[in-house]
């Protein structure tokens, strides 16, 4: 069977996945929001912006590079195991659901 390289290859941007670069945009905006938030309460330097600034040009470098020597989905991946993911499977019996009439007595109204 045929197969079509550019369609089985993720979609790239600046040399890194779109969902990759989706994700370090997101964090770029949302701490720019934050600190604006913040600057609301506390006078924050400039200094800080430019640091947060050279920290986003710093993650597209590093993700650049982890495309390169990872799979694709790499971060996305890692993220989900390290945050999303439960840490313990808990093993017990299975809920069995009460049957229709069992539902209609135990009903308060």
Known sequence: MRS???IEKPAQVLGMNIMDLGLAVGLFIGSVLLLGFLNMLVSIPRLVYLAVFLLE??????????T????PGFLVGWLSF?????RRISVGSIPVA???DEKRKNRTL
Do not use: D
């Open 82 to 86: 390290r945050y999303v993911q439960p």
């Open 57 to 66: 040009v710093g993650l597209i470098l590093v993700m650049r590079f982890l």
């Open 98 to 100: 009460a049957k229709k």
């Open 4 to 6: 079509y390289k550019s």
């Open 68 to 71: 390169k020597t990872h799979p």
